[in-house]
Nanobody, 120 residues
Framework: EVQLVESGGGLVQPGGSLRLSCAAS????????MSWVRQAPGKGFEWVSG????????SYADSVKGRFTISIENAKNTLYLQMNSLKPEDTAVYYC?????????????WGQGTQVIVSS
């Protein structure tokens, strides 16, 4: 059974930073592409960033490019998202998924997510 536990969210001022973590289990993490997805209040899911199974290829939505960095630590089965220069429009619940950018929308076993609020 796939289990995903997101953490690291919180309240931060515009321009601040947060580091999100996703602890994964129930599948072969080292062989899986991973993505971060977010859902802003009253809006649908939005893909944010993805990384291949080896960690050598990363991709980002235009809205976060240059500010967010995705990474993996296979020894800990953990996915990270370093978020810098945060903006109010980054406010959302952030989720991870063992899917690529092309297939994240097919995933259904979401974790509880971690809330990020960017506000002064």
């Amino acid at each position: 059974e796939v289990q995903l536990v997101e953490s690291g969210g919180g309240l931060v001022q515009p321009g601040g930073s947060l580091r999100l973590s996703c602890a994964a289990s129930g599948f072969t993490f080292s062989s899986s592409a991973m993505s971060w997805v977010r859902q802003a209040p009253g809006k649908g899911f939005e893909w944010v960033s993805g990384i291949d199974s080896g960690g050598g290829y990363t991709s980002y939505a235009d809205s976060v490019k240059g500010r967010f960095t995705i990474s993996i630590e296979n020894a800990k089965n953990t996915l990270y998202l370093q978020m810098n220069s945060l903006k109010p429009e980054d406010t959302a619940v952030y989720y991870c998924a063992p899917r690529s950018r092309a297939t994240w929308h097919e995933f259904a076993s979401w974790g509880q997510g971690t809330q990020v609020i960017v506000s002064s």
